[in-house]
């Protein structure tokens, strides 16, 4: 009996994997995520907005923008954002953004006045990131309101919150926060200054960034940070090739702890002691690629461990033989860019998407 299920473990081994990027069966994948997803995902329908970026961004990843509906799908990310009914409404509180899905989405009172606003910094990105990779005219978005509103959740340090009605804040809410501005090209929303000092905060005695100041080091806040920092144009690209003695930053001490992520069998870790994951190859590759330092991590090594996580019909899981999910599948893709594999779109680390969808007008 234990023989035999050696047998089927390794058989499944061979079989979700291969010697090579299948793009094309990554491509089928996505178009099935598009029209219809898995019933498995009804619980993220909270996240809708973020799933779509995940397939939509994932297909321009692989030049497959042929494969989906653009107007429709402008449309429908429209359908989320919620608007002030007047002026002044721009700075009572609350954020008009996007919201994440219907479920958080309600409808107005008979004046016209929204209820309940569900807009989310998260979600606001996503959405805006959708709309960029589809080429939509970002002059006909009402930036303003996104803007002024958005600066009603930065916090007195110059954290961010995700929605008016208060939640956790961290890094992963001053990156949507940035990111943000910088596709409106509108900084209105954020104090700057204020923000840059908690980011900086959040640099841990290793050289990483927690997602909190105080917090350990992790792979997904150090991406935050840095991008974040580089976004607004505290640091510059190439970080390690310059003077770092005028960096805001220890550079060569995070130099020191993202390559020590790089885990025996290739791929990398967010934090110490944990098993290496697909997503923090982009996380942590990105960053990076940010500081000039990705020619320094083993290749070869990372791709091999990617494609034990490439499943036999498309897609990329977490760990090595499971089974696939778009959040990993698309940090699977964004991972072979920054290796440079033939037919993959060369990918803006600072935003997520590709470098042609970043740079349209």
Not at 213 to 220: D, F, K, T, V
Not at 245 to 270: H, M, R, T, V, Y
Not at 317 to 332: A, C, E, M, V
Request: with cysteine; charged share 20%.
């Amino acid at each position: 009996m234990d023989s035999e299920s050696n047998l089927l473990e390794e058989s499944s081994a061979s079989s979700s994997s291969s010697s090579g990027f299948d793009r094309d069966r990554h491509v089928t994948f996505l178009e099935l995520m598009y029209q219809l997803l898995p019933s498995q995902y009804q619980t993220q329908e909270i996240n809708h907005l973020t799933l779509a970026y995940f397939v939509i961004s994932s297909l321009d990843l692989l030049g497959a923008m042929d494969r989906v509906d653009k107007d429709s799908i402008v449309s429908w990310v429209l359908s989320f954002q919620a608007f002030p009914t007047k002026k002044a409404e721009k700075t009572n509180g609350e954020f008009y953004g996007f919201c994440g899905s219907r479920s958080s989405q309600f409808p107005p009172d008979e004046d016209g006045d929204l209820i309940h606003n569900g807009s989310h910094l998260a979600s606001t990105y996503c959405a805006l990131a959708i709309l960029k990779v589809i080429g939509y005219d970002f002059s006909n978005i009402d930036s303003e309101s996104i803007a002024i509103s958005m600066r009603n959740l930065q916090q007195s340090d110059g954290s961010f919150v995700p929605v008016h009605i208060g939640a956790e804040a961290d890094l992963r809410f001053v990156y949507c926060a940035a990111a943000i501005c910088n596709m409106l090209e509108n900084w209105s929303g954020m104090d700057r200054q204020k923000t840059k000092t908690y980011i900086l905060n959040c640099q841990s005695y290793d050289g990483g960034f927690g997602l909190t100041p105080g917090s350990e080091s992790h792979g997904g806040g150090t991406y935050c940070a840095i991008a974040s920092l580089r976004l607004m144009g505290f640091i510059e690209d190439d970080l390690l090739s310059r003077d770092n003695s005028s960096s805001i930053i220890n550079a060569p001490l995070l130099l020191e702890w993202c390559l020590q992520k790089q885990a025996a069998d290739g791929g990398f870790q967010g934090r110490p002691n944990k098993p290496a994951d697909t997503c923090y190859a982009f996380w942590i590759g990105s960053t990076l690629r940010i500081l000039g330092g990705l020619d320094l991590i083993n290749k070869k090594a990372l791709k091999g461990f990617l494609l034990t996580c490439q499943f036999k019909y498309g897609g990329f899981s977490k760990f090595p033989r499971d089974f696939p999910d778009l959040y990993h599948t698309y940090y699977g893709f964004t991972a072979f860019s920054l290796l440079e594999e033939p037919n993959i779109n060369s990918l803006f680390v600072e935003l997520g998407i590709t470098e042609a969808s970043a740079w349209r007008i």
